[in-house]
Every structure is written in C-alpha cells, then in structure tokens.
C-alpha cells in the first residue's frame, strides 16, 4: 500500500500511469468545478464563489505542462536520458492529492469560512467552535497532501532523471519553487 501511495513509478509502467493521470485529471477538474477549486499555481487549490467550468480545466493544462517542461528541463541537464513520458507521468500522477482536496468544500464550508474572514473586521472575527476544530482538522489535512503531493513528485522525478546527489535534489525543490513563481505570474497577468 505505501508503494502504491508514495512511489507507484516503481510497479506500473509511464503509459498506465499516464492514463491514471489523465482520468485523475478529468476528474479532479470536474471535482474542482462541483466544489468552487481554483488550481491557480502548481503547488495552489482555492476556492472561490463561482466557478467556470472550463477553469480548471484549462488550470490543470496550463500546470501540467509548465512544470512537466520545468522539470524535464532539469532532467535532461542531470542526466540526458530522461523521458518526457516519465516526467508527465509523474507531474499527472502527484496532483491526485490536490484533486481530493476539493472535497474538502463540501457544502460550501471553506468559501463560507473565507466569506467570512474577508468581510469581516481583522480584529473582530469570532470563529463558531466547530469552525475552529474544523480549521484545525483541515490544517493538518492539507498538510499531509501537500507532503504527499511532494513525495510523489520528488520520487517520480528520481525514478525518472535517476536523482542521485543532494546538489540534484537541492535543484529539484529550486526548480519547484521557481515553477510555482511562474505558474503565479501567468494566472495573474495572462489567465
């Protein structure tokens, strides 16, 4: 089960994971649509009050391969025999904890909290008690998926571009964040 969870690149080949990918995406943007998810970076999920549906859709598109290209670009410079199938069956691969995320606004629960936050005065906003054990469930909820999302990512890219060295690995998390900036950059000024 761990393998199958933190290093399926391992047990399946990059075309079965391609094709989960690619239905884990279909999915996940519908999933996005249903619950009001923005996918507005690489390493982002909000919520917002409407959502189009072809939003995330192009959301994903434009995540996908921006940090397949990012990454396969920093594959090929540690060692030239990296695929780009094995690169974009990992990029698809790890946004699966994302696409679950969107459950999470079920109800309309996180836009309503956010609602709340917003148009209330910073130094007057009183949380229900439910809401604040909610909140704190949640937190350490997103933050075993961003862990997961992680992890499925650097072990896909390993599997991949054969990472080996701390200076590789230190290029990796680099590459990520630089990829981030940028995903930010066109979804606010493009998008």
């Not at 761990?2 to 989960?20: S, V």
């Not at 649509?33 to 982002?44: E, K, M, P, S």
């Not at 060692?79 to 974009?88: E, P």
């Not at 933050?143 to 890219?157: D, E, K, R, S, T």
Request: charged fraction near 15%; proline fraction near 3%; hydrophobic fraction near 55%.
């Amino acid at each position: 089960m761990k393998t199958l969870l933190l290093n399926p690149f391992k047990k399946y080949t990059e075309k079965q994971l391609i094709l989960i990918g690619i239905v884990f995406t279909v999915l996940g943007s519908l999933s996005a649509y249903w619950f009001n998810a923005r996918y507005d970076g690489v390493l982002d999920l909000h919520f917002a009050t409407n959502v189009a549906i072809e939003t995330p859709f192009i959301e994903n598109a434009v995540n996908i391969v921006l940090l397949s290209f990012t990454l396969y670009m920093l594959g090929i410079y540690i060692n030239k025999k990296t695929r780009i199938a094995d690169v974009l069956s990992t990029v698809l691969l790890a946004r699966l904890p994302f696409y679950l995320l969107t459950l999470i606004n079920i109800s309309s629960k996180i836009s309503n909290i956010e609602r709340k936050v917003i148009t209330s005065n910073p130094y007057d906003i009183r949380f229900a008690p439910s809401e604040i054990v909610y909140l704190l469930v949640l937190s350490i909820l997103i933050l075993v998926f961003i862990v997961w999302h992680i992890a499925l990512l650097y072990n896909g890219f390993k599997v991949a571009a054969n990472l080996k060295t701390t200076n590789q690995k230190i290029l990796f998390a680099v590459t990520i964040l630089i990829t981030e900036i940028i995903s930010k950059i066109l979804f606010y000024t493009i998008l």
